[in-house]
């Protein structure tokens, strides 16, 4: 077989032309790096450039001119298509700017030329949106709106005195109630010192962070989240944050029986809230930076606060700020949409219990082929020693799909 048997029939999205000639375009893209001072030049590779080819072709016969207008049809139609191009094979390719001779001369012939490239394939990543950023962004709206809350709702100015006691009394309750979430945090001594006079100053500076209710917010976000930041593990500031999640629910209610009563009522409300939504924007906080090995693990954080926040926008709801409760519930659906995106798709857990003891190295092997992953088995079991794993003992182990 020779050349001219392994030519085939030239073609353009099923359009056929016969070749006169063509010209191939091929290399590499280089980019010639010249330094000042400096004798040798780099020559930078940015990969193969792409295919083009220059192709001669005519249509001739009777019907020269049907076929002519029904290859200039092709090439003028969107996106890239087939070429069979007669040297090189099967190729999908693009249309540049071709032209066409048409020749009294020559009736019943029209000449072409016509620049193909490469049309390749669109590698672009899908966009993917970033769910952490967004759930800590809407931590973040939360605090805008608190301040807003408290702005409106704390009234101690031109109130009796008792009705600014009162608030600066439940502001103390607060900041005992975070003395005592960071005191439940196994952190050294120097990070818990270091939260503790923000703490503090919760219940020193009383009266005037009631008065700049701005300022307020702002430390009561920021004490809990300093709380949050030191804890050395997730579950220690997520058990915190639950905790002051329940904050002021022994506080008796205030009877709205005269102005300052429901004064005093409305502040004690609005401050129990604040600490509630601070705990909350906290709890998201450290959730959006955990890094999930299971689904179950994802899955058994993302519903307990789920329903947490979900009881806390409607409590907020009920008492008529529907603004914060949105706030607070567009924060939980952000939430479940990060842990969802970042823990869908990961291991699920199941049990499995070995019949005898024996080493986690030889219950790895079994399970994934892949000893190397007995430190996982022993972690995630809490196992007192490796080489002895329990014969009978129950144990969480990830799937291995």
Same mark, same amino acid.
């Given at each position: ?5 392994r030519?085939?029939? @030239? ?5 056929p032309f016969?070749v ?11 980019k ?11 020559s ?35 996106g ?8 090189l ?7 540049g700017?071709?032209?066409?001779t ?8 029209a ?5 193909f490239t ?5 590698v ?5 949106p970033d769910?952490q950023?967004q759930a800590?962004a809407?931590?973040?709206?939360l ?15 031109d109130?009796a ?10 502001? @103390?309750?607060?900041?005992?109630a975070?003395?005592t ?12 010192a270091s ?10 500076t009383a ?9 307020l917010?702002?430390?009561?976000? @920021?004490?809990?989240?300093?709380i949050?930041?030191?804890?050395p593990?997730a ?9 002051l999640?329940?904050? @002021? ?41 955990i ?7 994802a899955v ?6 789920s ?7 409607l409590?907020i709801?009920?008492?008529g /700020?529907d ?6 519930d567009?924060?939980?659906l952000?939430?479940?949409a ?8 990961l ?15 030889v219950?790895?092997?079994?399970l994934?082929g ?8 022993v ?20 799937? /291995?799909?």
């Amino acid at each position: 077989m020779t050349w001219r048997d392994r030519l085939l029939p @030239g073609s353009f999205r099923g359009v056929p032309f016969s070749v006169t000639e063509s010209s191939t375009t091929f290399g590499r893209r280089n980019k010639l790096h010249e330094y000042p001072g400096r004798d040798v030049p780099w020559s930078e590779d940015l990969g193969r450039k792409a295919g083009a080819w220059s192709i001669e072709c005519i249509t001739i016969g009777d019907d020269y001119d049907t076929a002519r207008n029904a290859l200039i049809a092709a090439c003028n139609a969107t996106g890239p298509g087939t070429l069979v191009h007669p040297y090189l094979g099967t190729l999908s390719a693009t249309c540049g700017e071709a032209t066409v001779t048409d020749s009294t001369a020559e009736g019943g012939l029209a000449r072409f030329t016509i620049p193909f490239t490469e049309s390749g394939v669109d590698v672009t990543p899908a966009p993917t949106p970033d769910t952490q950023g967004q759930a800590i962004a809407s931590a973040a709206t939360l605090q805008s709106q608190s301040v807003v809350s408290a702005t409106n709702d704390i009234q101690v100015g031109d109130q009796a005195a008792f009705v600014t006691t009162e608030a600066s009394s439940v502001l @103390g309750q607060a900041q005992a109630a975070l003395t005592t979430a960071l005191r439940a945090v196994q952190a050294p001594a120097a990070l818990l010192a270091s939260v503790e006079p923000q703490i503090a100053a919760i219940e020193t500076t009383a009266v005037a962070l009631l008065n700049a209710p701005a300022n307020l917010v702002s430390q009561i976000y @920021g004490a809990i989240a300093g709380i949050a930041s030191i804890a050395p593990y997730a579950d220690d500031a997520l058990a915190q944050c639950e905790a002051l999640l329940g904050f @002021g629910a022994n506080l008796p209610a205030v009877a709205p029986i005269t102005p300052d009563r429901i004064a005093q009522g409305g502040n004690q409300v609005a401050i129990v809230q604040l600490v509630q939504c601070a705990a909350a924007a906290s709890a998201v906080t450290v959730v959006s930076q955990i890094d999930f090995t299971s689904y179950d693990d994802a899955v058994g954080i993302r519903d307990p606060l789920s329903d947490s926040l979900d009881a806390l926008a409607l409590a907020i709801a009920d008492g008529g /700020d529907d603004d914060l409760a949105d706030a607070v519930d567009q924060m939980r659906l952000a939430m479940i949409a990060d842990v969802t995106a970042r823990g869908g798709s990961l291991a699920r857990l199941y049990a499995y219990t070995p019949a005898t003891t024996e080493p986690a190295l030889v219950i790895a092997q079994r399970l994934y082929g892949d000893a190397t992953r007995a430190d996982e088995i022993v972690a995630r079991n809490a196992i007192a020693h490796p080489g002895f794993v329990p014969g009978g003992l129950v144990l969480e182990v990830l799937s /291995d799909d």
